[in-house]
């Protein structure tokens, strides 16, 4: 019986496995490889087997009764001789994880197609770690054959029956895999597999093997899909490697009777024809080829290449070549493939100048014992490659004038003479050869001196090889400067060259370390003084203070720096503190050039002139270097606009100094080089535009010893101050200029509405994130005619803000009023006011914006929903400019707050001297009280200190304490009924 042929291999958790016997009948074919196998698919229909004999049924769901990884062998079971990879079969194992295999291995392997196993063949038409179900849903796994149909067409069937794949979680009735699949090995050689697969609920995916296996696994047909939408088992792929697979869960299953099938090859025989028409091109160190196919056609060609004097060795039957050198063929494997053109370059073995023959043999590969090869009169033709190109072309002895171009020698045989040919240009074009150019020379030279240049000039150089038939691809092109002749000038703004790593030619850098970290110097266009690019010097971890860190811009050779007649004017600034710059005058352009210290200078964090004057250097150096020195490594310095130029005999002045601007104009002052004093003074001139005065324009002339002029009388905006010094009446130095604005202000009286959404000009925001917003939004709407106004949402992370108006003024009367609305509501609709927000200080500056005082405080004032307005009287600031400043602080909430229609005009008050005859406020000077005898009743007053706060306030009195007040100035102002208010002054002794 057949069941005392099964073979149960015990699960991978146990500890060993039992071999068995396989019978099998194998005869031995010329070689066939599996990929020959073709595929095709189509959707059948899955008919469960009759008449089966059963080879194993699950008895349990667990332990020796469940079917997983067992193997089954069947020894002579097929009734005809099965022929699979050249080779035939009666004797089969059939293994619970999904596939058969030929041969005397026995393994619990899930993965035959791409295990190291020895099989003799694998058909898997669903290998994976699988397990039977047992009673679940009235399933039980089991796996059955049969044979069906009739000699020449039977069909030795195995089926496994409800299988799932392993998992350590039971099988439910409303979770599981229902696998249902068959092998058919058909007697012609052709395999199918047919599919019923099904799941219940969301059971564990796996990953199936399906395809063929031949002796190794590097001989395989199987079938991949990634398992998606739009890949996978209605839409496979040829695997690319043998353990490929298809991706399967509940989601990517097989439709139902979806049927694999593989057809065995037929037997190979050698082609009769071989190819025609074998045309060869060259392009440089390609060759191409293109040939007409055989007829009737080959399904391969094997293409060898050999070298002028060698031919190559027919090729064997049964071997498939790869490209490259092959000793048993004396040739290079060309190609090997379906095409009927093909490429040869330097990577495949092209030398240049070298003559090669090139055979092209008709293959028949994707049948039984291929490929097999035509060898009879194979279709042949040769050429002779372009030369190799000129390589690694480089320059030396570069000088004003010339310089020698030297190469490296190519690999070029023989085959046809060759010259070599350089070219030589002042464009990148090669349009504009200098004279002589191209320089034709022999095979074997590989230099050539060039002469007759211009100095400074970049020059492009490239070469190529020619032979009597074609011509080498040129080389790459090298550029080269001449270098520079020794100038008496300079001016550099660094704006003509582009690329960080770029200098102006001729000039250079030296950067050394002694800690392993190179400083840089580079071109940047961050931080430029005159736009687009200046030069950064950056530490980059170098230590800056130690002598031995040399971070040094090169100036072009000088011929005149020991003249004592010349001077370095620059522009410099600095990010980090104690970074200065040095002058130094160097001996070359190289680390080992002498350094000598002319001066050092330290920077600011703006852009300021610095002049150096070498009037007193007599030193033999050739070169002029800016250094930095000190300072954090990580951190910048940066230099822009160089200038070396003859001193002027009236030297400009050292330096010039904004001291402070005001609203009509600014404090500016100068110092001397060396404090000397010019023996006819200074002029200076005053100009809206960056442009220096003409000498035909009106000066202000000042006398020798002066060094600062306060300037007025401006109107707002900015200007740029200009100044030199007068040696002689005859004799002016170059302008010095400064550049400043006046402080913003406007008229009293005076107000904003906010009438646009922009903030107004001449105020000034907070810095994020206390800055307010000039718009509208949510509740915070304007008061008035527009609902623009200036707010702030202010919560936990913004709990503060501020502003601060415009200058108003002078203030000409005693009787201007700040006035303003302002309004806290809530953040979220419907807006209502909060009953604890914060506060808000009102306060004011006299002196533009240098100094504040507050004049008001509003702490969580009840809110109405509607605006509220405050008026502060400004009565101590006659004959000023004041400037309002906002601070609001949030105590609890997320609210608005808003502010609109600031206003600063002259309120309805009457001068004491007016009603003099209905009021009297006395004693004054006074020490404890004063007393208000009005003939008009007393409705309010308020008592504010001389800067503007309100220290006392009340209504129908006609005594106001000054008890507890500190000696001083006050102001009273007091509100009558009839609408007339009165200003006075008291003194508190």
């Known amino acids: ?103 005397s291995p026995v393994t619990s392997s899930s993965d035959p197609i791409g295990s190291g196993t020895a099989y003799a063949g694998v058909v898997s038409p669903s290998s994976a770690d699988l397990q039977s179900l047992f009673n679940v849903n009235g399933l039980t796994g089991s796996i059955d054959y049969t044979v069906a149909g009739s000699a020449p067409n039977r069909e030795f069937i195995v089926q496994w029956s409800h299988f799932r794949p392993y998992s350590s979680t039971a099988a439910t009735s409303t979770s599981h895999h229902d696998w249902n699949f068959q092998a058919r090995l058909h007697e012609n050689g052709s395999i199918r597999y047919v599919y019923s697969m099904a799941s219940q609920g969301s059971p564990n995916a796996s990953s199936a093997k399906v395809g063929l296996r031949g002796a190794t696994n590097s001989d395989y047909n199987n079938r991949a899909a990634s398992g ?46 071989q190819a025609s028409n074998l045309a060869l091109t060259n392009s440089g160190m390609i060759i191409n080829g293109t040939f007409t196919a055989s007829s009737p056609a080959a399904d391969k060609y094997l293409i060898l290449r050999n070298a002028n004097g060698t031919s190559p060795n027919a090729p064997a039957n049964g071997t498939a070549y790869t490209t490259g050198e092959n000793a048993s063929l004396n040739a290079y494997v060309v190609y090997y493939g379906s095409n009927t053109t093909f490429e040869n370059n330097y990577n495949h073995g092209i030398r240049g100048n070298n003559q090669y023959t090139y055979t092209v043999y008709a293959v028949n590969s994707n049948c039984m014992n291929g490929p097999l090869y035509n060898t009879q009169n194979p279709l042949s033709s040769s050429i002779i490659s372009c030369p190799a190109s000129v390589n690694d072309i480089t320059t030396s002895n570069v000088n004003t004038n010339s310089f020698d171009i030297t190469w490296s020698d190519s690999e070029n045989g023989n085959a046809l003479p060759i010259n070599t040919v350089i070219e030589v240009a002042s464009d990148s074009n090669f349009m504009s050869m200098v004279a002589g150019s191209p320089f034709t020379l022999g095979a074997s030279a590989l230099s050539q001196p060039i002469s007759g240049l211009q100095p400074n000039t970049q020059y492009f150089i490239r070469g190529k090889r020619v032979s009597t038939q074609c011509q080498s691809s040129y080389s790459g092109t090298v550029s080269i400067y001449t270098t520079c002749p020794p100038t008496s000038s300079l001016y550099e703004n660094f704006d003509s060259v582009s690329g960080a790593n770029n200098l102006p030619n001729c000039w250079g850098k030296i950067l050394t370390s002694n800690n392993g970290s190179t400083p840089t110097i580079s071109l940047t266009t961050t931080e430029a003084n005159s736009s687009p690019n200046n030069i950064s010097f950056y530490g980059n971890g170098a230590a800056t203070t130690e ?11 000088l011929t005149n720096i020991n003249s004592g007649t010349h001077r370095l004017r620059f522009k410099a600034k600095r990010t980090s503190a104690d970074i200065k710059i040095q002058i130094v005058a160097l001996t070359g352009n190289t680390s080992s050039a002498n350094v000598e210290i002319i001066e050092t200078l330290p920077l600011t964090t703006t852009y300021q002139e610095y002049v150096v004057y070498l009037n007193n250097y007599s030193g033999a150096a050739n070169h002029l270097g800016i250094r930095r020195v000190e300072g954090s490594t990580w951190s910048y310095m940066y230099v822009d606009d160089v200038i070396w130029e003859a001193a002027p005999s009236c030297t400009e002045l050292a330096s010039v100094t904004l001291n402070e601007e005001t609203y009509n104009g600014a404090t500016i002052s100068w110092t001397n080089v060396n404090n000397q004093e010019p023996g006819s003074g200074y002029e200076y001139f005053v100009s ?88 509208t939004d949510r509740g915070a709407t304007g008061h008035g005619t527009t609902t623009t106004n200036l707010y702030k949402n202010l919560f936990g992370s913004t709990a503060s803000g501020t502003f601060s108006t415009v200058n108003v003024g002078p203030l000409n009367t005693s009787n201007y009023e700040l006035s303003f609305y302002y309004k806290q509501s809530s953040y979220n609709s419907p807006f209502a006011p909060l009953a604890a927000w914060g506060n808000f200080d009102v306060q004011i500056s006299s002196d533009f914006g240098a100094t504040w005082t507050t004049i008001g405080t509003v702490n969580n004032e009840p809110g109405t929903g509607n605006y509220i307005k405050k008026t502060y009287s400004l009565a101590a600031y006659q004959n000023q400019f004041v400037k309002v400043r906002i601070n609001a602080n949030r105590t609890a909430g997320d609210f608005d707050l808003s502010f609109d229609n600031f206003e600063i005009k002259a309120g309805n008050l009457s001068t004491l001297e007016t009603v003099k005859d209905k009021i009297r406020i006395y004693p004054n000077p006074a020490v404890s009280f004063v007393r208000i005898d009005s003939k008009e009743k007393v409705k309010s007053f308020e008592l504010y200190t001389i800067s503007g706060q309100i220290v006392k306030t009340g209504g129908q009195v006609q005594e106001v304490s000054l008890e507890n007040l500190v000696s001083g100035l006050y102001i009273l102002r007091v509100a009558l009924d009839n609408g007339q208010t009165v200003i006075h002054k008291i003194i508190k002794q």
Request: with cysteine; net charge positive; hydrophobic share 40%.
């Open 688 to 775: 809206a535009v960056n442009t220096p005065p003409a000498n035909t324009n009106s000066f202000v002339t000042l006398a020798s010893g002066t060094h600062s002029v306060n300037l007025s009388g401006l109107s707002n905006g900015s200007y740029n101050f200009w100044i030199r010094r007068a040696c002689s009446p005859g004799e002016k130095s170059p302008w010095k200029t400064i550049a400043f604005s006046t402080v913003p202000t406007t008229p009293a009286p005076w107000k904003e509405d906010f009438s646009t959404s922009a903030f107004p000009q001449g105020w000034t925001n907070g810095t994020s994130p206390q800055s307010f917003i000039s718009g």
């Open 547 to 557: 002598a031995a860190t040399k971070i040094i811009l090169v100036s072009p050779e």
């Open 1 to 103: 019986m057949i069941t005392t042929q099964f073979f149960t291999l015990l699960k991978r958790v146990k500890p060993g496995m039992i071999a068995a016997f396989v019978l099998f009948v194998y005869t031995s074919l010329d070689a066939q490889v599996i990929s020959s196998y073709s595929f095709s698919q189509n959707q059948g229909t899955y008919i469960p087997i009759s008449n089966s004999t059963n080879i194993a049924k699950a008895t349990a769901s667990t332990g020796s009764g469940v079917l997983d990884d067992n193997v089954y062998p069947l020894n002579t079971v097929i009734p005809f001789s099965f022929p699979f990879n050249g080779s035939t079969f009666n004797s089969i194992k059939v293994h619970a994880n999904g596939f058969i295999s030929f041969g």
């Open 228 to 273: 998606n939408a739009s890949s996978n088992w209605n839409n496979t792929v040829a695997g690319t490697n043998s353990s490929a697979g298809i991706t399967t869960n509940y989601s990517f299953l097989p439709t139902q009777g979806l049927t694999f099938t593989w057809i065995a090859p037929t037997a190979c025989i050698v082609p009769v024809s």
